[in-house]
Antibody, heavy 123, light 107 residues
Framework: QVQLVESGGGVVQPGTSLRLSCVGSEFSFSSYGMHWVRQAPGKGLEWVAVISYDGSNKYYTDSVKGRFTISRDNSKNTLYLQMNSLRTEDTGIYYC????????????????WGHGTLVTVSS | DIQMTQSPSTLSASVGDRVTITCRASQSISTWLAWYRQKPGKAPNLLIYKASSLESGVPSRFSGSGSGTEFTLTISSLQPDDFATYYCQQYNSNPLTFGGGTKVEIK
């Protein structure tokens, strides 16, 4: 059964940094694009970023461009989200999710999601 | 960016009811639309992709339709497990975008 396990969340002050990780198992991690999606407390889903299967292409939502960096290490089956200059509005649960099919296309539905890791940005 | 608008935002229904949720895109997305169900405290689950294709393992009471800018998710007979929040998502282009969600509550 496909598993995605996020870690790295916590409570941090505005302006600081945090790095999230997501380890995938029971699927060919290096063949799939991977995404980060977040959810503010009591709010809806917001797509954050995607990275192609080989790491060559990355896309971000406007609100995190220049502050967040998505990356991956296929040798470790691990996805990362480096979050810098954090703001209070970045608070929420961060989910990693897998693209539904293999290949270079980044615009795909998300068929497996992790349980999420909570990031709280507060002074 | 493509904006996705869902209606209603909240829906009250009973077990066994037929339920329909609407999702509108700000521009044509062909059939590049997915639907997800999110139960409280859990991650979302993919229900429908390509507007009308049922994801493996998803009960057949779920169905999707539409193309272009208007889409619907229908639950033919609401079950206790279906009281949750539903989201549409376009994947026609980056950035991917979700609708605001429809919460299905017990009447």
């Amino acid at each position: 059964q496909v598993q995605l396990v996020e870690s790295g969340g916590g409570v941090v002050q505005p302006g600081t940094s945090l790095r999230l990780s997501c380890v995938g198992s029971e699927f060919s991690f290096s063949s799939y694009g991977m995404h980060w999606v977040r959810q503010a407390p009591g709010k809806g889903l917001e797509w954050v970023a995607v990275i192609s299967y080989d790491g060559s292409n990355k896309y971000y939502t406007d609100s995190v461009k220049g502050r967040f960096t998505i990356s991956r290490d296929n040798s470790k089956n691990t996805l990362y989200l480096q979050m810098n200059s954090l703001r209070t509005e970045d608070t929420g649960i961060y989910y990693c999710a897998k693209s539904r099919i293999t290949g270079p296309v980044s615009t795909l539905p998300l068929d497996y999601w992790g349980h999420g890791t909570l990031v709280t940005v507060s002074s | 960016d493509i904006q996705m608008t869902q209606s209603p935002s909240t829906l009250s229904a009973s077990v066994g009811d037929r339920v329909t949720i609407t999702c509108r895109a700000s521009q044509s997305i062909s059939t590049w639309l997915a639907w997800y169900r999110q139960k409280p405290g859990k991650a979302p689950n993919l229900l429908i992709y390509k507007a009308s294709s049922l994801e493996s393992g998803v009960p057949s009471r779920f169905s999707g339709s539409g193309s272009g800018t208007e889409f619907t998710l229908t639950i033919s007979s609401l079950q206790p497990d279906d009281f949750a929040t539903y989201y549409c998502q376009q994947y026609n282009s980056n950035p991917l975008t979700f609708g605001g969600g429809t919460k299905v509550e017990i009447k």
